[in-house]
């Protein structure tokens, strides 16, 4: 049984973990299924002291998982109804949650629910490189997870919606670039503007982005006090790194290095 005090990972519903080595600072993510709780309890109860620095932290971890499970090679339309559902909440009642946690209950159980369903939705179709990305740097930086996903996330997002990518996805049911369409198909359905489907997910990117404003979270990794020399000289690593996540199989465009290397750079400066 798993009773979850924050609203973020789905560790309730997943058959994942993340160990940190404090020797070596790597964190690594291990998956099996003896690892999925039989039972979870999702009370809202449980997650009203969350302080604000958490609940945003945690908030963006599971629209992260969201994000990630609807474009995953292994995405089917259970995880993805999940994900698309838990993806609205987020959007319509983290703001409430991250303002008025100790008293909105209403806000807090969304959330709760919606980090769980999202938690549904990875432990199926798994995520993508914007957590390879986010593991890496978070151990190294001592960010914390839900941080380093938001600041990389939106960069991941322009990044698989390229329709002409330089290597397909590994998966042979994956037959053609499909995450621009989904992640159009998701800003509809938060009822964002855009008549084009590049303007749509242009529109989730900003929109992704001002929620990341709302919860105080820093635009990018300069912002969030990593300091620059270190972080150039060990990109590099920290790319490879990356690469060799386990979740970076799942991702709908098969990233090289280099390009994972570029990612980071550009959220390091919060370019898109
Ligand atoms: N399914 C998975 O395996 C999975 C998915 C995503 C993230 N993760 C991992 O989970 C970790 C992050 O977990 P997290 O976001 O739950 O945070 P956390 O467990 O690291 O907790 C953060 C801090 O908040 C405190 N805290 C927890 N609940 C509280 C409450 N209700 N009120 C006040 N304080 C509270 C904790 O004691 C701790 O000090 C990262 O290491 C991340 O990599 C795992
Ligand atoms: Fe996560």
Redesign the pocket.
């Known amino acids: 049984m798993a009773i ?8 309730e ?6 160990v ?1 080595d404090d020797a070596t600072g790597q ?1 690594y ?1 291990i998956a099996d299924y003896a ?1 999925t709780p039989t039972v979870a309890v999702v009370d809202a109860e ?6 604000r620095g ?1 609940t945003a ?2 908030g963006v ?1 599971a629209l992260t ?1 969201a994000l990630e499970a609807i474009v995953s090679c292994m995405a089917s339309d259970y995880a993805t109804a999940e994900a698309y559902e838990a993806a609205r909440l987020i959007f319509a009642y983290l703001p409430r949650a991250y303002s008025k946690g100790t008293s909105d209950i209403e806000a807090r159980q969304a959330v709760h629910n919606a980090s769980t369903m999202a ?1 549904m939705a ?2 199926n179709a798994f995520l993508g490189v914007c ?1 390879s990305m ?2 890496k740097l ?1 151990a190294r930086y001592h960010i ?3 941080v380093a996903n938001a600041l990389l996330i939106r960069q991941v997002i322009a990044y698989n919606s390229e329709e002409a990518p330089t290597r397909q996805a590994a998966f042979p049911q994956y037959t053609h670039p499909m995450a621009r369409e989904r992640y159009a198909r998701l800003a509809r359905y938060l009822g964002l503007k855009g008549k084009t489907e590049d303007e749509q997910v242009a529109s989730l990117i900003a929109a992704v982005g001002e929620l990341e404003k709302t919860v105080n979270i820093p635009s990018s990794i300069k912002d969030a006090g990593v300091d620059e020399k270190t972080f150039l000289a060990g990109l590099d690593e920290l790319s490879v790194m990356a690469f060799d996540d386990q979740c970076t199989g799942a991702n709908p465009r098969y990233p090289m290095i280099a390009e994972i290397r570029e990612l980071y750079r550009k959220a390091y400066y919060g370019e898109i």
Request: glycine letters at 12%; charged letters at 5%; aromatic letters at 6%.
């Open positions: 979850p005090t924050t609203s973020g990972t789905g560790s519903v997943t058959p994942f973990a993340v940190t964190k993510p690892l449980l997650v009203m002291t969350m302080p958490l932290a945690s971890d998982h938690g990875f432990a957590h986010a593991h978070g914390p997870h839900g």
